[in-house]
Nanobody, 124 residues
């Protein structure tokens, strides 16, 4: 069992930056992802990182503005987003896939455990 807890969301002006944090407890090995969901939309992939190798993947819409990282000692996963835009406004979720197998990296179905989310609001 894995428990995930996000933090770091808030209200920020367009052009600003935020670093979201995800604390993991339990079985922490696996592939971690950040997703976001705005009201009335489906959950959208943002970025993913492999716990062991540190390999990363990004959504094209945030490539160049987002950086995902992990701290193995602290059991933390981070998402840094720069040059925030109003369209980045959403609830951001941390998720993890701990079981082996050919699961999608970019889709929500590829992840087993989810946090409660943290709200990011970008004002224009």
């Amino acid at each position: 069992q894995v428990r995930l807890e996000e933090s770091g969301g808030g209200l920020v002006q367009a052009g600003g930056s935020l670093r979201l944090s995800c604390g993991a407890s339990g079985q922490t090995f696996g592939r971690y992802g950040w997703f976001r969901q705005a009201p009335g939309t489906t959950r959208e992939f943002v970025a993913a990182v492999f716990w062991v190798t540190g390999g990363t993947y990004y959504a094209d819409s945030l490539k160049g503005r987002a950086t995902i990282s992990r701290d193995n000692r602290k059991n933390m996963v981070y998402l840094q987003i720069n040059s925030l835009k109003p369209e980045d406004t959403a609830t951001y979720y941390c998720a993890v896939r701990t079981s082996a197998g050919d699961y999608p990296i970019f889709g929500a179905t590829g992840y087993e455990y989810w946090g409660q989310g943290t709200q990011v609001t970008v004002s224009s």
